[in-house]
Nanobody, 121 residues
Framework: QVQLVESGGGLVQAGGSLRLSCAVS????????MGWFRQAPGKERERVAT????????YYADSVKGRFTISRDNAKNTVYLQMNSLTPEDTAVYYC??????????????WGQGTQVTVSS
């Protein structure tokens, strides 16, 4: 059974930081790209960041570039999203996503259950 379990969400003040983690089990991790998406109430789901299988290639949405960093530890089957300089516009449910290609590509994907990030002003 494939499981993607996110952790690290919570409530933080504007300007603060959070680090999200996603532990993957039930499938091969190290060969495949990973990503983080988010969805705020009333807004479309947004691809936030992705990382290829080796960690050598990353993508960031313009809205988070320079503030967020995606990384992975293939030995721990875990992907991270370090979020700095948070603003209320970053408030959303954040989802961990696992692809089936070494580089990020169109689906299918496996999805985590999501973790809430709330940034207060």
């Amino acid at each position: 059974q494939v499981q993607l379990v996110e952790s690290g969400g919570g409530l933080v003040q504007a300007g603060g930081s959070l680090r999200l983690s996603c532990a993957v089990s039930g499938r091969t991790f190290s060969n495949y790209a990973m990503g983080w998406f988010r969805q705020a109430p009333g807004k479309e789901r947004e691809r936030v960041a992705t990382i290829n299988w080796s960690g050598g290639s990353t993508y960031y949405a313009d809205s988070v570039k320079g503030r967020f960093t995606i990384s992975r530890d293939n030995a721990k089957n875990t992907v991270y999203l370090q979020m700095n300089s948070l603003t209320p516009e970053d408030t959303a449910v954040y989802y961990c996503v696992a692809g089936y290609s070494g580089s990020w590509s169109p689906g299918p994907y496996d999805w985590g259950q999501g973790t809430q990030v709330t940034v207060s002003s």
